[in-house]
């Protein structure tokens, strides 16, 4: 039997109601709206479109944004004061510096300045940290998203056997924290694992986030397996992920199609955050 599609815009819909909700309450408590500040420099055209994805999102759901579109020629120096300021204003709770960055800019350097009480995309070091400590963290919007929808799917996570391929920082490493933290057993893959089908083979819950189209096939994947896509390869103007999805979906139980499964829940569960910073600094 052919596996369940897990929806990500049916999950990331409701995700979104939900914050609109709390949004809503913040407003009548507060008598402002939660704002999140967006920084773009330059003319990306890609990150153009993210970020008035965000910015949509944002003013649909209660949320207030302040978009600060620079110019390419902008310093580090003066990008540093920007968040700096942003730091300190009080009608701002979440602030997120859209990537990549120009070249003559230190990404590393720039993030750093970021409050990490108002770092809505949760990258910082002391919010990875805290993750990885088991406190109280702003985690990242893409694993948060998966953890969403694996629970969706009703298979426990508590003592699945789960393999993460790709190691990024902010997709391989925090999913396989999350997926620790909920008392999954984990695996991590990379490009220096020796055969990671032999590892896959065995995983109740699969994530692959590595960026590379096909790499996934149905020899590699268990029977009954919930199956996270998390890769996103443009071939032929079509957007699509790293698992060979009609192969797949034959073998696992449960499976995110590209597009359509994990990248709408990033957005939703960047709006979280930005509530989650919010409730903190109220
Ligand atoms: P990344 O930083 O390029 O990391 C890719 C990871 O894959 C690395 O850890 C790399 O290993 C590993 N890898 C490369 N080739 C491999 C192979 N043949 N076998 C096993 N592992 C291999 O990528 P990322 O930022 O995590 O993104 C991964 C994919 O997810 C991309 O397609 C990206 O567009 C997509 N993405 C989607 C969303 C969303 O919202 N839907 C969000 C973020 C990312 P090494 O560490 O050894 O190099």
Redesign the pocket.
């Known amino acids: 039997m052919s596996a369940q599609i897990i929806d990500g815009k049916k999950i990331a819909a409701q995700i979104k109601q939900e914050v609109k909700l709390e949004a809503e309450a913040y407003l009548a408590r507060n008598g402002r709206k939660i704002g999140l500040a967006v920084i773009l420099v330059g003319d990306d055209f890609a990150s153009g479109i993210y970020v008035r994805n965000k910015i949509n999102a944002c003013n649909e759901n209660c949320i207030q944004s302040f978009a600060h579109r620079l110019p390419a020629s902008t310093t580090e120096e003066e990008l540093i004061e920007l968040i700096h300021k942003l730091n300190d204003d009080k009608t701002v709770d979440g602030i997120l510096v859209q990537l990549p960055l120009p070249s003559h800019m230190r990404q590393n350097v720039v993030l750093s300045h970021i409050s990490a009480k108002k770092d809505a995309d949760g990258f910082l070091a002391e919010n990875a940290g805290n993750l990885m400590l088991g406190n109280p963290s702003l985690n990242a919007?893409?694993p948060c998203?998966i953890i969403e929808l694996i629970k969706s799917t009703g298979r426990s996570i508590d003592g699945a056997n789960a393999v993460v391929?790709?190691?990024?920082?902010?997709?391989?490493k925090p999913i396989s924290l999350l997926l620790m933290e909920n008392n999954a057993t984990v695996t991590m893959?990379?490009?220096?694992?020796n055969n990671?089908i032999n590892f896959s083979r065995h995983a109740d819950i699969l994530v692959v986030?590595?960026?590379?189209k096909g790499?996934i096939k149905a020899d590699m994947v268990k029977k009954g397996a919930v199956v996270i896509d998390?890769?996103?390869?443009r071939q032929d103007g079509h957007l699509c992920g790293?698992v060979e999805y009609d192969e797949v979906k034959e073998v696992a139980d449960f499976i995110t199609p590209?597009p359509g499964?994990?990248?709408p829940?990033?957005i939703a569960m960047l709006l979280k955050n930005i509530v989650k910073a919010a409730l903190a600094l109220e």
């Open positions: 919007c893409t998203g391929i790709g190691r990024s920082n902010i997709v391989g893959c990379h490009s220096h694992t990671f986030a590595v960026g590379k790499l998390v890769g996103m390869n790293d590209v499964g994990v990248g829940m990033t």
